[in-house]
């Protein structure tokens, strides 16, 4: 029964095993016949090491990795500024909100072409998109968050003694916490798919212009390890911020 | 009651002739997927003059491809069984994707050309400058592997000259040379001859880098030799005498692949392409210029396959080398 | 501790207000929903503008921001930060007043042990039961001694036990603190209890200002009169001393047992809630119970009011909602009365 209760926390593992499984039997047993080449699982899994050990996966990887970074962190924290700013001042709110309505509904990669003829093709390219996708969500997200906090405890916190500041930092902020991360959690997510998409369309390093390359060879094995790559940090990214949540604001949301 | 037992003996006749008459040979659904250049020229010789049709081959589809590596996915995905495409797509289709094809003839030998904006590129190894922008189609195709060719022949620095690439399909190259974009462009043709019409020259040709170079093929999907092997030698009897006709009758032929690409490129590209490749650039002059540089020839040699698949997977585009054999059928071209 | 004046303010409802508060004097803001009593303590507090005046010992303090006017604040629905500790909570005034960590951690300490939640130290506000949240929320306002507290319904959210309880317990921190206190309630039981004076607010104007008896047994006008419930007050002769502290009079036909104080009585007073209702006869001594009919029921948002008629009298009586609902009272039904000593006003 011990063991049972222990193995519990892992039973979520399962049904992918499970899935695995049928990949490699499915693949093996060549049930797509006749049509597009449907590579086992072990054979990503071969591929994943050889593209590992020649560095071809460790080298397109940071690529997006570094585009990620540096357009998420900068579009996050213009987004976190302004929000805030918008959140808290009412006549900054009403100048900037109805550009932003404008802006906001455009999709980060409809900016490419634009931003292809005015950057050219270069690292600026792939972080001004990562920025706009970020920038935007995070900016609206922010601004609700702290538009949202209960002005009742602004009063609480006058009557307390805190300035305005005080009150911004010491308490708007923080509640509106969980707003931002719910910003910051889509959007962490939402930049790899949107670097893949752009690296696939326009840019020539990177794990989407990988898949691309992989694409014009067929080799789907290649597709798959780019997409598990995907998919892991997606996750990965996801989790962390959803980490950080959890470790700031759990105790009381 | 008797009129309408009458009527019903008429139509049941008419039935059986208009569908027996369906019925009376068996057809075989061939879809045909060629490309978009002149390497597929036997293709369109033969869809031109009826000969497909002549030998009662029905074709279900005949598409038209503007890359190799674009007709590769179509004949890995879809209801095609016969191709005429570039040899190095086609062993990436069979190597990579594990299409069950076959190669049962050659089309054309050599047929690409390193075009140039004079003014700025005097010799190859000007390639190798920072402020170089060439135009190349992507990674894996039957330009690119040559170009690889041309890195390692004249020694130049591959990285350089790698970053100084810009992967785009030709109609694309041309509209950017058009466009001063590109100060070099490594074109199949018929697009390095159209390149010429904008003041760039003809650096290298494949002739120069690759002796023997073997640039189209025939394939059909196994499943077509094992179940229909007189199809297939049907097809290849028509590319034979495609080609022959077309090293007869150059003029003729450029007038009717010139005006088979107008069509084509007409429903292929949005409409600034168009205007490239329609009425204003691919003319029959074009073409003939064009043509006479290629060698038209069914002949393939096995070796030179071999050859080509033991150096794409020197370059890592396919997993491993493979043995010729087993992409080869020649067995309908010997006959 | 400062007596505090309001001089013709004006705000949302309210509408010319003048009011005085006493030095360390519990007031009470009583009125109805509606009535401008939190908008008051706003402006006492200083959280939003007004027209008129508030004076603290003379002195005009309407350019003073409220940070700077030290009033402690106890809001309605308390608003402890969600995201702060209970120590936290009590100790950000003292942060924002840039205390000394030391200084500090003595003050919170103080609090928790004066208000018996040293246990709660590290718990969250969302932990935290009806009870203790008003505990933590008082210790809040108590941290920076301020020199005025204003409580708006602290005890609304709370059963009746712990608010009973916590009643006590207000009045007894007021006392032993000496803090000028504004409480703000529409809850009769709780401005009797708790108030030194009491001022009645109704639709933004103050309609009297008295003691606990003066406001009880001599409303000023119908407003207040219908606010309290109008006491039942009848002439009595015939008064007869039984010793052990008691008397009888005789008020039209009922003999009434009152407490003795020394003095002829010609007139008694009772609050409608002192007057109890029983559906059977009572166990007990025959003493101040009568019979009577109910014959009239008005249900409001407080209480249920009955006119009870017994002999030749007409009486109103008040009772709780959850009382009426458990009781299966209609017009025309036969009731006992019964009239409690303690609760029986002489005049």
């Not at chain 1, 969500?137 to 209960?150: E, H, Q, R």
């Not at chain 2, 025939?218 to 499943?223: D, I, P, W």
């Not at chain 3, 309407?62 to 809001?75: E, M, Q, T, V, W």
């Amino acid at each position: 029964m011990k063991i049972f209760r222990k193995l519990i926390p892992g039973w979520g593992v399962v049904p992918v095993i499970i899935f695995l499984m049928l990949w490699e039997l499915i693949a093996r047993v060549n049930l797509i016949s006749g049509h597009f080449f449907f590579p086992p699982f072990s054979m990503v899994v071969a591929e994943f090491y050889c593209l590992t050990a020649n560095g071809v996966l460790g080298k397109n990887f940071l690529s997006s990795f570094l585009r990620v970074l540096i357009g998420f962190s900068f579009g996050s924290i213009a987004g976190l500024l302004i929000g805030i700013l918008m959140g808290w001042k009412s006549l900054i709110d009403k100048a900037l909100n109805p550009i932003i309505s404008l802006i906001y509904p455009i999709p980060a990669l409809g900016w490419l072409p634009l931003l292809m003829l005015w950057l050219g093709i270069g690292e600026i390219l792939p972080i001004a998109i990562i920025f706009i996708c970020s920038f935007f969500p995070i900016l609206y997200n922010t601004s609700t968050g702290i538009k949202m906090v209960d002005k009742n405890y602004i009063r609480v916190a006058k009557s307390l003694g805190a300035s305005d500041r005080e009150i911004l930092t010491s308490i708007v902020i923080p509640l509106a916490l969980p707003n931002i991360f719910t910003g910051l959690k889509l959007e962490s997510g939402m930049a790899w798919r949107v670097i893949i998409a752009a690296e696939m369309v326009a840019i020539p390093t990177g794990i989407g212009a990988l898949m691309m390359k992989a694409e014009s060879l067929m080799r789907i094995d290649i597709i798959i390890v780019c997409l598990i790559v995907l998919a892991a940090m997606c996750f990965i990214f996801e989790r962390f911020f959803l980490f950080l949540e959890t470790r700031f604001t759990a105790r009381w949301s | 009651m008797k009129k309408l037992f009458i009527v019903f003996i008429l139509l049941g006749i008419l039935f059986f002739t208009f569908f027996g008459e369906c019925f009376s040979e068996e057809e075989i659904p061939i879809g045909m997927a060629v490309e978009f250049m002149d390497h597929a020229a036997s293709a369109y010789i033969s869809h031109e003059k009826g000969w497909f049709e002549e030998e009662g081959l029905k074709l279900t589809s005949y598409e038209s491809y503007v890359t190799g590596m674009a007709l590769a996915s179509a004949l890995a995905r879809g209801d095609i069984q016969v191709a005429y495409m570039c040899l190095i797509p086609a062993i990436h289709v069979y190597a990579n994707a594990k299409v069950p094809i076959k190669i049962v003839a050659g089309t054309h030998k050599y047929g690409y050309g390193l075009v140039v904006n004079p003014d700025k590129i005097k010799s190859i190894k000007d390639l190798e400058r920072k402020d170089i922008r060439i135009g190349c189609v992507r990674e894996g195709g039957a330009v690119d592997v040559l170009f690889h060719k041309v890195i390692d022949k004249y020694e130049l620095d591959k990285e350089k000259v790698l970053n100084n690439i810009q992967r785009m399909n030709p109609p694309k190259q041309i509209l950017a040379i058009k466009m001063g974009k590109l100060d070099a462009a490594f074109l199949p043709e018929q697009w390095a001859t159209i390149a010429e019409n904008f003041g760039f020259k003809m650096l290298l040709m494949s002739q120069d880098v690759w002796p023997a170079m073997q640039g189209s093929v025939l394939v059909v999907k196994e499943e077509l030799i094992r179940d229909h092997p007189e199809v297939v030698e049907k097809l290849v009897k028509i590319s034979q005498k495609a080609t022959d006709w077309i090293n007869q009758n150059s003029q003729e032929a450029a007038e009717i692949v010139a005006q088979q690409l107008q069509e084509a490129g007409g429903s292929l590209f949005p409409v600034e392409i168009a205007d490239i490749d329609t009425k204003t650039e691919i003319t029959p002059e074009v073409l003939l210029r064009s043509m006479n540089r290629l060698e038209y020839t069914t002949d393939i040699d096995p070796m030179v396959v071999q050859e080509t698949i033991e150096y794409v997977a020197q370059l890592g585009y396919i997993k491993s080398s493979f043995k010729a054999e087993d992409i080869l059928d020649l067995r309908f071209l010997e006959e | 501790m400062p007596a505090i004046k309001l001089n013709n303010i004006s705000k949302y409802v309210c509408k010319n207000i003048n009011l005085e508060i006493f030095n360390k004097e519990f007031l009470v803001l009583l009125g109805p929903n509606g009535a401008g009593k939190s908008t008051l303590l706003n402006v006492i507090a200083g959280l939003i503008d007004y027209k008129g005046s508030v004076f603290f010992e003379n002195k005009c303090i309407d350019k003073l921001p409220a940070s700077k006017r030290k009033i402690g604040y106890l809001f309605q629905d308390l608003y402890l930060f969600p995201h702060l500790d209970v120590f936290s909570n009590i100790a950000y005034g003292l942060k924002i007043g840039r205390k000394k960590p030391n200084e500090i951690k003595y003050r919170v300490e103080e609090l928790l042990q004066m208000l018996r939640i040293e246990n709660l130290t590290h718990r969250y506000p969302k932990e935290l039961s009806g009870g203790e949240k008003q505990r933590v929320a008082l210790a809040r306002a108590l941290a920076l001694t301020p020199e005025v507290l204003l409580l708006d319904e602290p005890l609304s959210s709370l059963d009746l036990q712990s608010s009973k309880y916590l009643r006590r317990e207000l009045k007894q921190l007021q006392r032993t603190l000496g803090i000028t206190t504004i409480y703000v309630t529409h809850n009769l039981t709780e401005a009797e209890e708790m108030a030194d004076r009491i001022a009645i607010i109704e639709k933004g104007a103050i309609e009297q200002a008295g003691k606990v008896e003066e406001i009880f047994f001599y409303p000023k006008n119908e407003k207040v009169s219908e606010f309290i419930g109008a006491p039942n007050i009848l002439d009595c002769n015939g008064f007869r001393i039984l010793g052990k502290g008691i008397a009888e009079v005789d008020c039209r036909g009922l003999s009434i047992i009152i407490p003795d104080e020394g003095n002829k009585i010609k007139k008694i007073a009772m609050l409608p809630r002192d007057i109890y209702i029983a559906e059977l006869k009572p166990p007990g001594p025959d003493v101040n119970r009568f019979k009577g009919i109910i014959t009239d029921i008005n249900i409001s948002n407080e209480v249920v009011r009955l006119k009870v008629k017994t002999g030749n009298i007409n009486l109103l009586a008040e009772l709780p909602h959850h009382i009426f609902k458990r009781m299966s009272l209609g017009i025309g039904k036969e009731v006992f009365l019964i009239f409690k000593l303690r609760k029986i006003k002489c005049l």
